[in-house]
T-cell receptor, first 117, second 113 residues
Framework: DAGVIQSPRHEVTEMGQEVTLRCKPISGHNSLFWYRQTMMRGLELLIYFNNNVPIDDSGMPEDRFSAKMPNASFSTLKIQPSEPRDSAVYFC???????????????FGDGTRLSIL | GNSVTQMEGPVTLSEEAFLTINCTYTATGYPSLFWYVQYPGEGLQLLLKATKADDKGSNKGFEATYRKETTSFHLEKGSVQVSDSAVYFCALLNSNSGYALNFGKGTSLLVTP
């Protein structure tokens, strides 16, 4: 079975440029999550969607970050303009979670390693 | 609110040694508890889970028991292998607070031959 697919795996770009990270969740999963991982702060939840609707975006660092989920099989996380402090590994995860399904685990993609120079 | 506290690493063990990684949590209600493992260069993989008090999750020789009285979910393995070297994350999921996992900061494990 295909897992969560993220692209690109690596991205190196100069500060000020727009960065778009992509995620394809597991088919049939209702919830999608974007996380950021750094040495200093560990894993941070940025935003999550349920049935394509953003539920909680309180973890999004600032207005430079935006996320969309136009349909059940695709999501993007965009940073514009990018800054060196945005350098991190960004993970997407999906789960079949819904009402009464709090024990359903999240399945993670392999992440996008982002470096902003 | 919900939070997870893990022992800080790195933890270095010799092959076949006994492993314990401590995890305690704070939550209202009855959260589900998870251990995830992250191998170098990869995403997180679910290792085991427990959904109610006294449940024991187990997988690949790892075990953890959901202890509500001590709000703990310690990870144990009787005999570690070099291939167990990874970062281990304890997490909780509380339906009272939506569907997002609360992760601990992770514990790095290095097993030497």
């Amino acid at each position: 079975d295909a897992g969560v697919i993220q692209s690109p795996r690596h991205e190196v770009t100069e500060m000020g440029q727009e960065v778009t990270l992509r995620c394809k969740p597991i088919s049939g999963h209702n919830s999608l999550f974007w996380y950021r991982q750094t040495m200093m702060r560990g894993l941070e939840l940025l935003i999550y969607f349920n049935n394509n609707v953003p539920i909680d975006d309180s973890g999004m660092p600032e207005d430079r970050f935006s996320a969309k989920m136009p349909n059940a099989s695709f999501s993007t996380l965009k940073i514009q303009p990018s800054e060196p402090r945005d350098s991190a590994v960004y993970f997407c995860a999906s789960s079949p979670a819904g009402t009464g399904a709090s024990n359903q685990p999240q399945h993670f993609g392999d992440g996008t390693r982002l470096s902003i120079l | 609110g919900n939070s997870v506290t893990q022992m800080e690493g790195p933890v270095t063990l010799s092959e076949e040694a006994f492993l314990t990684i401590n995890c305690t949590y704070t939550a209202t209600g009855y959260p589900s508890l998870f251990w995830y493992v992250q191998y170098p260069g990869e995403g997180l993989q679910l290792l085991l889970k427990a959904t109610k008090a006294d449940d024991k999750g187990s997988n690949k020789g790892f075990e953890a028991t959901y202890r509500k009285e001590t709000t703990s979910f310690h990870l144990e393995k009787g005999s570690v292998q070099v291939s167990d070297s990874a970062v281990y994350f304890c997490a909780l999921l509380n339906s009272n607070s939506g569907y997002a996992l609360n992760f601990g900061k992770g514990t790095s494990l290095l097993v030497t031959p």
